[in-house]
């Protein structure tokens, strides 16, 4: 089964440039979530979606990151304009229902973003 | 506000010997805890989790102990092997609601 795609890996970009990552969950997973990794910490949800619905965007900054899926299936998070402080790995997860256990949540190898 | 704590940014350990990663807590609403494993340039892999109803719960080599009177919990991994450095995260939920994760602990298993 294959796992959680991420595209690209690494970036590196200039304050104030826009950038835009790129996720593919585990087929027939209806639950994505798109989670910020800042170096030290551990990671923080920043969106989740139902299909093609946001269920939760409490901690998403948005006035800069916007987030779709609109065909409930790949997604993508943008920032634009970037800051220095967005600098952290974006990780995104997937799992078979919004119900499921936590423990189902697979996680794909996330996209470091430099922003200098 | 930290609900999840890992105090202990780095914990080394020799081979075989037991590991013991710790995990604190604030919220009391949390019913489940997890902890996740994450290698360089990989996502976090699911290790093992315990339910608030529970004080311990095992598989091979790892087992997790809850105090929820002290809201802590412990990660043990006997025998400890090399395999097992990696970084490793607490977590903690209730219901519906997003994961909180800890700042995570770096294991190394010294040969």
């Known amino acids: 089964e294959a796992g959680v795609a991420q595209s690209p890996r690494y970036k590196i970009i200039e304050k104030r440039q826009s950038v835009a990552f790129w996720c593919n969950p585990i087929s027939g997973h209806a639950t994505l979530y798109w989670y910020q990794q800042i170096l030290g910490q551990g990671p923080k949800l920043l969106i989740q979606?139902?299909?093609?619905?946001?269920?939760?965007d409490s901690q998403l900054p948005k006035d800069r990151f916007s987030a779709e899926r609109l065909k409930g299936v790949d997604s993508t998070l943008k920032i634009q304009p970037a800051k220095l402080e967005d600098s952290a790995v974006y990780l995104c997860?997937?799992?078979?229902?919004?119900?499921?256990?936590?423990?189902?949540?697979?996680f794909g190898p996330g996209t470091r973003l430099t922003v200098l | 506000d930290q609900q999840v704590k890992q105090n202990s940014p780095s914990l080394s350990v020799q081979e075989g010997r037991i590991s013991i990663l710790n995990c604190d807590y604030t919220?009391?609403?949390?019913?489940?805890f997890l902890w996740y494993k994450k290698y360089p340039a990989e996502g976090p892999t699911f290790l093992i989790s315990i339910s608030s109803i529970k004080d311990k719960n095992e598989d091979g080599r790892f087992t997790v102990f809850l105090n929820k009177s002290a809201k802590h919990l412990s990660l043990h991994i006997v025998p400890s092997q090399p395999g097992d450095s990696a970084v490793y995260f607490c977590?903690?939920?209730?219901?519906?609601?997003?994961?909180?994760f800890g700042k995570g602990t770096r294991l190394s298993v010294i040969a």
């Open positions: 979606f139902q299909n093609n619905g946001v269920v939760d």
């Open positions: 997860a997937s799992s078979l229902s919004m119900g499921a256990a936590p423990n189902e949540q697979f």
């Open positions: 919220n009391s609403m949390f019913d489940y």
């Open positions: 977590a903690a939920g209730s219901g519906n609601t997003p994961l909180v």
